[in-house]
């Protein structure tokens, strides 16, 4: 097995897990990571997104959702590069993806844009914000 991922969501999965562990050969490597952010934070973080997209600029200049999203990927440490295009005329960020962000990372991600946005006056629509 080159490649496996399990969510430790049942104890089946777990003994699972172990199994693989007591077979596995020396040197295999074993991550753990947090649960990934969850599809409703995914969507709010959007909603937000759009929301900012339609009320701001930065420098001077308005930027789409997926824009922002990089800006504020970069504003909590987020690794972002960008790197040329394949014609050399354009460059193409590259960094971590929004999935890749734990529940916890997420959260913070949001609250942070919340924040931000409170400081320039956006007018969020979303109801959760309310909440």
């Known amino acids: 097995m080159s490649r496996a991922l399990l969510v430790l969501n049942s104890d089946d999965v777990r003994q699972k897990a172990l199994a693989w562990i007591a077979k596995a050969p020396a040197g295999t490597r074993v991550e753990f990571k947090a649960p990934k952010r ?29 824009g922002w999203k990089i800006i504020f990927m970069a504003a909590i440490g987020r690794e972002v590069q960008f790197i040329p295009s394949l014609d050399g005329k354009s460059f193409i960020p590259w960094g971590q993806s929004s999935s890749d962000l734990t529940k916890k990372e ?16 956006v007018v969020f629509h979303d109801a959760q914000v309310a909440a």
Do not use: V
């Not at 997420?106 to 006056?121: K, N, P, R, T, V």
């Open 38 to 66: 969850s599809l409703p934070q995914n969507d709010f973080m959007w909603s937000l997104l759009t929301d900012i997209a339609q009320q701001c600029e930065h420098s001077g200049r308005k930027y789409p959702a997926d």
């Open 106 to 121: 997420m959260s913070d991600l949001i609250e942070f844009m919340l924040a931000w946005g409170a400081e320039q006056g």
